[in-house]
C-alpha cells in the first residue's frame, strides 16, 4: 500500500517528494552547514533560514557545488509551500503538550519527513520523533542510512503497510499529527483508520488513486439507472472514474467530521503541476458527530454505495 513511483503516478510535486539521492559513500558525518552560509551560486532568498544545504544536496535539490537549476528552484517552492500548511499544526502540537510524535504513511524516500525534520523538529531537542511507513524495504533502508548520516537521531522508518502499523507495537499508542500524502488507493483509507485509532490531534492528507468507490459505482450501475436519475452524473466510464474520486474524499471529509474534526479542503499546488493536489486538514476539536455522520448515510444509501459502510465507518472501532 505504499506510494506509487512518482513519474507515473504522481505528477510533477510527487516526482519532487520522490527524488532522494543515495546516501553518499563517505561514512563521515555531515557538515552542519546551513542556508546562512550559502554560496552565490543560489539565491539566498530560496532556501529557508536553517535549511541543511547537505540535506539539500543529498535531495537532489542543490547540485553537489551548490548550485540550483530553476526546475529545482520551482519545486523547492513548492515544498515549502506544504510545509507551511504542516508547520502551524506542528507548533499547535508543541505549544500544548511540549514534544510531538509524526508519523508519515506510503513515506517513498521520506523526502517530506526529512524536510520536516530539518526545519522543524531539529531545534527542539527533546524526544520528538517523526516515524516513516513504507512499505519497500529497500527505501527504508535507505532512509535510515541518510538520517544516521545526517545525524537525525529523531527519525526512525518501518517497513510497514499502513494497515499493519495500527497494531504494530513499533509505534506508540498515541500519535500528534499523521500525514499521508500520495498514499495510494485506500491506503489513504487506511491512514484515517489509524489516525482515529492513535488519536490524533492534526491530519494531513494527499488522496490518489482512489479506485475503489468507482468500482462499487460501476457495479450497481445498471440497477442505478432504473431508479436514480442522479445515475446520469457517472453513467459514462470516465465520469464513473472522476465521481468516484470526488466522492472518496467528500466521504473521507463526512467520516472526519463524524469523529468530531474540524476539516479544510484546499488545492496544494497549481493544476499546471499535478492533478492529484487535493490537500485535506483535519483538526480534532470534538465537534458534534450526529449532522455529518447522518449526512454520510444518506449520501452512501442516495449513490447506492451501502456496502461501503464499513470503510467509511463513523461509530468507534472496537
Same mark, same amino acid.
Given at each position: ?8 503516478? %504522481? ?42 544545504? =547537505? ?8 547540485? !553537489? ?26 507548533? +499547535? ?24 525534520? +530539518?526545519? %522543524?523538529?531539529?531545534?527542539? @531537542? ?43 507495537? &513499533? ?12 498514499? /495510494?488507493? #485506500?491506503?489513504?483509507? +487506511?491512514?484515517?483508520?489509524? &489516525?482515529? &485509532?492513535? *488519536?490524533? !490531534? ?5 488522496? /490518489? /488513486? ?13 440497477? *442505478? ?17 472522476? %465521481?468516484?474520486? *470526488? ?5 473521507? /471529509?463526512?467520516?472526519? =467530521? ?19 493536489? =487535493? ?10 458527530? !450526529?449532522?455529518?455522520?447522518? !449526512?454520510? =448515510?444518506?449520501?452512501?444509501? #442516495? ?9 467509511? %465507518?463513523? &461509530?468507534? @472501532?472496537?
Amino acid at each position: 500500500m505504499g506510494s506509487q513511483p512518482a513519474g507515473r503516478e %504522481f505528477g510533477k510535486l510527487s516526482a519532487l517528494l520522490s527524488r532522494l539521492a543515495m546516501p553518499a559513500k563517505s561514512p563521515k558525518p555531515a557538515k552542519t552547514t546551513t542556508a546562512s552560509a550559502a554560496s552565490a551560486q543560489t539565491d539566498p532568498n530560496d532556501i529557508r533560514p536553517g535549511q541543511s544545504l =547537505e540535506l539539500l544536496k543529498a535531495l537532489h535539490i542543490l547540485t !553537489r557545488d551548490g548550485k540550483m537549476n530553476q526546475d529545482s528552484r520551482r519545486k523547492l517552492k513548492q515544498v515549502y509551500h506544504l510545509f507551511q500548511f504542516i508547520e502551524p499544526l506542528l507548533q +499547535d502540537v508543541k505549544d500544548a503538550r511540549g514534544s510531538l510524535s509524526l508519523v508519515d504513511h506510503g513515506a517513498g524516500k521520506s523526502y517530506l519527513g526529512f524536510i520536516l525534520y +530539518d526545519l %522543524f523538529f531539529k531545534a527542539l @531537542q527533546d524526544d520528538s520523533h517523526i516515524f516513516g511507513i513504507e512499505t519497500r524495504e529497500e527505501l527504508v533502508a535507505t532512509s535510515q542510512e541518510l538520517a544516521q548520516r545526517l545525524g537525525f537521531g529523531g527519525m526512525s522508518f518501518l517497513n510497514l503497510s499502513v494497515a499493519d502499523s495500527i497494531t504494530s507495537p &513499533a509505534l506508540p499508542e498515541t500519535v500528534d499529527v499523521v500525514t499521508a500524502l500520495h498514499a /495510494c488507493n #485506500t491506503a489513504t483509507d +487506511d491512514a484515517i483508520r489509524f &489516525a482515529l &485509532a492513535k *488519536q490524533a !490531534r492534526h491530519i494531513v492528507l494527499v488522496p /490518489c /488513486c482512489q479506485a475503489e468507490v468507482a468500482a462499487v459505482l460501476r457495479k450497481n450501475k445498471g440497477v *442505478q439507472l432504473a431508479g436514480n436519475p442522479l445515475t446520469e452524473i457517472w453513467r459514462h466510464p470516465i465520469h464513473t472514474r472522476e %465521481f468516484g474520486s *470526488q466522492v472518496t474524499n467528500v466521504l473521507r /471529509c463526512l467520516q472526519l =467530521e463524524a469523529h468530531g474534526y474540524q476539516v479544510s479542503v484546499t488545492e496544494l499546488v497549481g493544476w499546471e503541476h499535478s492533478m492529484k493536489n =487535493e490537500l485535506i486538514i483535519a483538526q480534532y476539536k470534538d465537534l458534534p458527530r !450526529r449532522r455529518p455522520a447522518e !449526512r454520510l =448515510e444518506n449520501v452512501l444509501d #442516495t449513490l447506492g454505495l451501502q456496502e461501503m459502510r464499513e470503510r467509511f %465507518f463513523t &461509530a468507534p @472501532q472496537v
